[in-house]
């Protein structure tokens, strides 16, 4: 029987915040884009332990206060400390280490990057949500690996929300949907857009089913 968590991942928009150092601006960069967004990730490579703290706790309280599911990149630590989601990557510790520090009902994703066996294993560890990419070259992460399209229609069968990630934009993303993304998680392709919310929404509107 699958778990339901806290609060249910709609399809849409999978913002991931860039590493900015200060606190408060994240937070204002951010808060604007959360009524166009499925889900938000913290997700900041640069900052200290107390900086990804702060941070991590301002858009915890944003996120609750919007309605938006909150996701910790790498801590779930941290996560379980906010009553967040956790995102796991190969090198972030196993599954089933953090869900006994979450919980049953936080969301638990999982990176499998180009590999249809890593996301048959998180499905079969507990995972809440698989992810694929980078789908595109990324400037916040230029070295990750690359994953082909046909991963996203592969991975149907095992009956999880599908993530897409790497290099996403308004513009590149609508195979991404066709080929059956659940959600598209974005940093640069909203972030580093000249009018932020008009990207986030972009990406948002790629969901909607248009009226006939
Ligand atoms: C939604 C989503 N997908 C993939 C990643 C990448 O995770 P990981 O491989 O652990 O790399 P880092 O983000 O930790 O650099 C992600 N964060 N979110
Ligand atoms: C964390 C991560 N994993 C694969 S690509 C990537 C970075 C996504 O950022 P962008 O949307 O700017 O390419
Ligand atoms: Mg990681």
Redesign the pocket.
């Known amino acids: 029987m699958p778990r339901a968590p806290r609060l249910a991942l709609e399809r849409g928009l999978y913002l991931v915040t860039p590493d900015d150092p200060d606190r408060d601006a994240l937070l204002a960069r951010v808060q604007p884009l959360l009524p166009a967004c499925a889900c938000l990730q913290y997700r900041n490579k640069q900052a200290d332990a107390a900086l990804r703290r702060a941070q991590a706790t301002a858009l915890a309280d944003a996120c609750r206060a919007a309605g938006v599911p909150f996701i910790v990149?790498?801590d779930a630590r941290l996560a379980a400390d906010l009553g967040a989601g956790v995102?796991?990557?190969e090198?972030?510790g196993s599954l089933a280490a953090a869900r006994a520090l979450v919980g049953d009902d936080a969301i638990i994703g999982v990176?499998c990057y180009d590999t249809l066996d890593r996301a048959r294993q998180a499905a079969a560890a507990g995972a809440d949500y698989i992810a694929f990419g980078a789908f595109f070259p990324s400037t916040t992460k230029p070295n990750a690996r690359r994953a082909s399209l046909s991963l996203l229609r592969d991975a149907a069968p095992l009956g999880l929300p599908r993530v897409a990630i790497g290099g996403i934009t308004p513009d590149n993303a609508r195979p991404l949907v066709d080929a059956g993304a659940d959600l598209i998680a974005v940093v640069s392709g909203v972030f580093d857009a000249p009018d932020p919310l008009a990207a986030a929404r972009a990406c948002q509107a790629l969901f909607e089913i248009p009226e006939s």
Do not use: I, Y
Request: glycine share 12%; net charge negative; charged share 25%.
């Open positions: 990149n790498d995102h796991l990557g090198h972030d990176s």
